[in-house]
């Protein structure tokens, strides 16, 4: 570029040879690039040479020629050769030319056209803004079909272009408002299906390639949706009166009746609008929130669904007045949702496109927001999911605000934990299936995580001091099982008569019984072996042996610290009753006791460390919960930590349960109910059991 001769350019680009005018044309556009190339350029007369090149010429001089204009124009230089007939070539360009790289060049000095300020009236020739556009754009009423549809080119370049104009119109649309309709505008690109073909590109592998328009164009949805909430609905605009309207008739609620006069016109009914789940008969001032957006959404869900709606209506009309889901209502908190969880009074310019630099991918695509083109479909689900928990939830008025936080936690975690890939119709499928239970628990996980970050050190005391209570109440219920005693297998016979190694998943039966209980002081487990299993419980009187607990040195089992995979039904305990396991066992280890051993203190224990280890029990319990008792109940018992997930998941659920109250801090009063009478003790003792979650534990 040193060695460029700018005079000599100038000066090729008139000659009467066609090669000669294209290499000028081809080096000159990369060289105006540079603002002192551009200037000494202009200074030498090149630019009314160049516009008429860009007039008469063809091919690929014709897209050097743009090219170097639309580098020009991006210098802020050259706008006095930016006239009517050159507008109207170029957008004859946009339309009629096959070849690409003329469609590239054309659509980037449109979109600089667009693109620049307003300029003060007396500057003669200046232009500025999609008004110096529309008189050719008239001409050519394929001109935005055409743009729409040059998005979907597989040259990428080609489809940048073309967005990045569209993004220009639009801006200039939005920021000229009283010169020009953008609603109308912008309705005209959505059904020529800008939206569509948008929400492809930002799906697609191509999107790293188009960050910069896409982006644009997302950030000019937001802008859009803010303009749509700022208008206050007024009942004096045409389309806003039409709006509201056409929701009322939609809803048929008023129809001709009998008696009516020649006009039809009847007395209006004194609930028409809360009817549909406004809170007033004033509807316009409850727009307030949500302004003109909140309207449109309305709009769209009862004109799209008007079936549905007017089903929806005569269902609800059938329930009591406070049970009624207030439809309105739910739209307008849904719009307001939406609103907030894609942030959009927060501007992208600065946010979004910092993405586009950063090589992780997941961060790259953290910035896009597909979904957010999607505006209309999720609010209706939104809506639809809204209507349905109220339902399953049995919701009054006054559980209003209750409802409306579960779906925004719904949003969070659908469209929000949704990937950049993610069609939208999977979304609202998602959203149309996601149960109420699930929803109440990340309700209830996010509570804790508030506490947790206001509360931190506090809330996990409390924690601690919770876990330890119930790890206590739970020790308590399982020694309860042991002091109540339990009937275990001995002798197996196998119906084919082969071995239990052999044939362990083979029927077998047991040839006797032994009952097992721990004494009331908790110091001995009695048991006696009987032929059959009786009906009653032995009492202590009838179990001879006995083990002296001190003398207990380990309790060791094959049974798994994790739950098996489907739980035992009454049936199937039944089953294991008649047909004993030999595939778990709690074996208990200890010293062998010495002829008159008297246990005390000290003495006791020196003397047993001198013995030597031995078996001293095995017991085969028949189903995973009662192993889980016997030996969580033995191994508590010694102090030890219990090692069963049934167990641990019975620990964790009483602790969850008393976290869960203290954080909801529930009160008799605040539900509606009278200080219970606590029962009399007179007569009890201290010898009492709880059922917890079908685990009986008793004296």
Known sequence: ?????????????????????????????????????????????????LRFLSLHSYGNTLAYCLTAISRLLELDRGWDQI??????????????????????????????????????????GSVSGFRHLKPAVDLQPQFLPMLVEKIASADHALCANALQLINSLMRDAIAHEADFEWPRFIKQLQELGVIKSVYGLMQSTAVQDLAHPLLDFQSLTKVLLRKWKQEKVDLEKTDHRRALRGVHVASSAEKPQPGTDSKGSKKASPTKWRR??????????????????????????????????QKL????????????????????????????????????????????????RSQFDRAFKPLLLHWSRLHTGGLNAFIRL?????????????????????????????????????????????????LRDLQMELLELTYEDAWGHHLRQVRDELNHEALQFVKEQRIRCLLRGSWFPQGLNYLDGSSAAGKSNNRAVPTAWRFV????????????????????????????????LSLVSSVVSNVSASAPSTSSSDSTVTSLAEQASTSTKITIHGVEPSAGHV??????????????????????????????????????????????????????????????????????????????????????????????GGMEAGV
């Open 517 to 548: 209980r721990l004494s009331h002081n908790r110091r001995y487990l009695h048991y006696a072996d009987f032929p059959v299993k009786s009906a009653g419980e032995p009492g202590l009187d009838l179990l001879q042996e006995k083990i002296d």
């Open 83 to 124: 006239t009517e007939d050159v507008i109207k070539r170029i957008v004859d360009l946009v339309v009629d030319q096959p070849l690409v790289n003329v469609n590239r060049a054309a659509m980037s000095v449109l979109a600089a056209i667009v693109g620049h300020p307003n300029l003060p009236p007396s500057q003669q």
């Open 390 to 438: 109220w339902k399953a939830s049995g919701a009054q008025l006054e559980d209003f605000g209750k409802i409306e936080e579960l779906v925004r936690i719904l949003v969070e975690q659908v469209v929000g934990q949704a990937s950049r890939t993610k069609d939208i119709k999977e979304v609202e499928e998602d959203i149309a299936g996601f149960d109420l239970q699930r």
């Open 313 to 360: 209506l005569l269902e609800q009309s059938a329930e009591p007045l406070e049970q009624r889901c207030p439809i309105a209502r739910a739209s307008l908190a849904v719009t307001s949702i939406l609103y907030e969880h894609f942030d959009v009074e927060k501007s992208d310019d600065g946010g979004a496109h910092k993405y586009v630099s950063i090589e992780s």
């Open 599 to 692: 246990r005390q203190g000290s003495e006791a224990s020196s003397s047993s460390q001198a013995r030597k280890e031995i078996v001293l029990l095995q017991l085969y319990p028949q189903s995973y919960t009662l192993a889980s008792e016997w030996l969580d109940g033995l191994l508590m018992l010694l102090n030890q930590q219990p090692i069963t997930a049934e167990t641990n998941k019975l620990v964790n659920m009483i602790s969850g349960y008393g976290l869960k109250i203290r954080l909801l801090n529930v009160r008799f009063e605040d539900i509606g109910l009278e200080e219970p009478v606590l029962p009399s003790r007179e007569g009890l003792d201290d010898n009492y059991y709880y059922d917890i």
């Open 1 to 49: 570029m040193e060695n460029l001769d700018i005079p000599d350019l100038v000066l090729r680009l008139s000659s009467e040879e066609e090669s000669v005018r294209k290499m000028a044309v081809f080096k000159l556009q990369n060289a105006v690039a540079d603002p002192s190339i551009a200037d000494l350029f202009i200074s030498e007369g090149g630019m009314p040479k």
């Open 276 to 309: 549909l789940g406004f809170e007033s008969e004033s509807p316009a001032y409850e727009f307030n929130n949500t302004g003109f957006l909140g309207l449109m959404d309305l709009t769209d869900f009862v004109y799209k669904n008007e079936d549905g709606f």
